[in-house]
């Protein structure tokens, strides 16, 4: 058996989840792929938790760490363009709302020949809701698109494995636990707009760990931008909150 997966670890809870169970309690060969976004505000925050995830695996089992192959680094700007992969994305885009990630993924996985990327998307990620009942389960555990699912769909997601699509965060927390590396998972960084260095309280990403019961990963300031992010600026500052909340 190939015991060698590849994984795109973003350094977020559910990507350094799968890298953690796979290569503690699955013994897997792990490489990790990262693409950089030259535009996202996180990506420093990211590459520093998957430093940091990395040591504490290493502290908890020496032999796991050193299954979790070099991070394979790759700037958004150096992946294939593909008329293709593109089309059939905003094909897609045009009835669900589907980040444009999902184009650059695909090219990616494409252009490397990569048939089994896993992607850690969780069950109330926006892609698990538009995955619903296209996927198929996998022996070994998680999902991929169905066997002759009709384009656009064919075209976009046959690279990918979805590993943990049926797990909510708080699953992966108290899997993490069972198995003891609840300390890795703690140093995985979730939000996509942080500001002066700490998590915003109204992103995507934000909004579910506060929501899937991880807001104990949130700061009490933070939280508040959290409860109080549909409201206008001056009952936000009467919140406690300080900081530029973007207009939604
Ligand atoms: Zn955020």
Redesign the pocket.
Known sequence: MNTTINILWTGGWASTFRVAYAALVGKRVVIPHYIVDLDRHSTMHEMRAIANAREALAQLDEGAAERVGALAITPITEISLDVTVTRAYWQVAKVEALDEQYDWLARYAKSRGLKRLELCSSLHDSVGHILRGRVERLPMGGCRLREGYCWPYSELFPWFHFPVLALSRWQMRSLAERHGFLSVLEHSW??????NGE?????????L?ADEGLSYRLSTE?LLCHRFRHTDPVTTEVAGCRRQLPMR
């Open positions: 979730f939000c996509s707009r942080p500001c998590p915003c309280g109204t992103c995507d990403a934000c909004r760990t933070t």
